[in-house]
């Protein structure tokens, strides 16, 4: 029996395991001249989203209320920037206007690679009873060689199991890369 090949060095710069989601189609993707300014696609078991390279690399990536404290070498987030988040994810689409009347609580998970490392921070939004309700991560692997990929969710409902299986392929895509230039 022939191994599905799921190891991909996109657009010659990232290395990562494409794992269950569709390698030809990322493939493909990887072999376009502008693929480094363009979105990568990603599809799983019909759900289908995108990550973006960027060449800039930073400890707080895309999420706006990230911190990085470089003397403790430590993140944490801003509550103001934190609401702004919210009250744009809100403006994006109406049918995001409940997470406001949730709590929102944020998990930060850092997992050091060789010349960076993964930062996945989940925005987890709960009742008053504090049951989870809602989640939106943010995922950034970025490189001391300058070189970054983002992803971010919307807005996931617990309930939404598929969505939330597919976020966390997104995450093991994500850990598994590096920049072999």
């Known amino acids: 029996m022939l191994m599905q090949e799921t190891l991909i060095i996109y657009c010659k710069t990232i290395e990562f395991d494409t794992g269950s989601f569709n390698y030809p189609a990322i493939e ?4 376009n001249s502008d693929c480094r300014d363009k979105s990568v696609p ?3 078991k019909g759900i289908k989203d995108v990550f973006n390279l960027t060449s800039e690399a930073n400890p707080t990536g895309g999420a706006s209320y990230l911190t990085w404290d470089e003397s403790n070498k430590s993140y944490g987030y801003d509550i103001d920037e934190l609401k702004n988040t919210i009250h744009d994810i809100v403006k994006q689409s109406r049918d ?6 949730l709590n929102p609580i944020v998990k930060i998970r850092f ?3 060789d010349n960076g490392g ?3 921070s989940d925005i987890l939004f709960k009742d008053k009873n504090n049951k989870p309700i809602t989640i939106v991560r943010d995922i950034y692997f970025y490189s001391q060689d300058n070189y970054a ?3 971010s969710s919307t807005p996931i409902k617990y309930t939404h199991k598929n969505k939330i299986f597919f976020i966390d392929k997104v995450e093991s ?3 598994s890369m590096d920049v072999n230039w």
């Open 28 to 31: 493909q993707a990887s072999s």
């Open 149 to 151: 990929a983002v992803y």
């Open 42 to 44: 990603i599809q799983y």
């Open 118 to 120: 993964v930062v996945v």
């Open 96 to 101: 995001y206007k409940y997470i406001e009347a």
């Open 111 to 113: 997992i050091p690679k």
């Open 173 to 175: 895509l994500f850990e």
